[in-house]
């Protein structure tokens, strides 16, 4: 596959609207013959509404679902293996309940074999899609010398559904830490 561009759709403030069905693709290469697989996972954080800041309800990662089936992992790698995307991850905000209003999502590289960031993975990408429409993509590049990153904050808009914002934020953790720290950040 080739370099991810980096693109959103309806200009730089993030993309508002029905959202329905979105999928955040992670893609990599695998890591080079005779070392340790490169392990990268998707990780989703749902917040409530009252509470959007603070510590997440559920955390939805490796092939798990959140418990209303509204997120769940397509597909998961352990190697980067594979055509097309190792990871998919599917969040359904037509059917999240009203309680949550906020999700941030991210990717975590596993440390088993030392630290690694994602200036060391081969090809890495994301890409945010409804449909056949692109919302973000990323190739990490500005990310370059981290462990762990944000990609997107969906946050509920009232009425209006739901609003995404690229968030592509660098963090030096291990994906434990990451799934607390992940949702600290943003406005």
Known sequence: MGELPRRRDKGEDGVNGELG????RLRWDPSPLGEAPHHLD??????SADDPRGRPVYVVHTESRSPDGTITMGRHSETGQGLGFDEVMVL???RIPSDYGRVVVGVAIHQNAGPLTFGEIANPGVVVVERYRDLLADDFAQLAGFTAATVAEFTRDGSAGWELREMLRGFDSNPVDFMAEMGTIGE
């Open 21 to 24: 069905k979105v999928e955040v």
């Open 42 to 47: 998707i990780i989703g954080a749902v917040y």
């Open 92 to 94: 359904e905000f037509d």
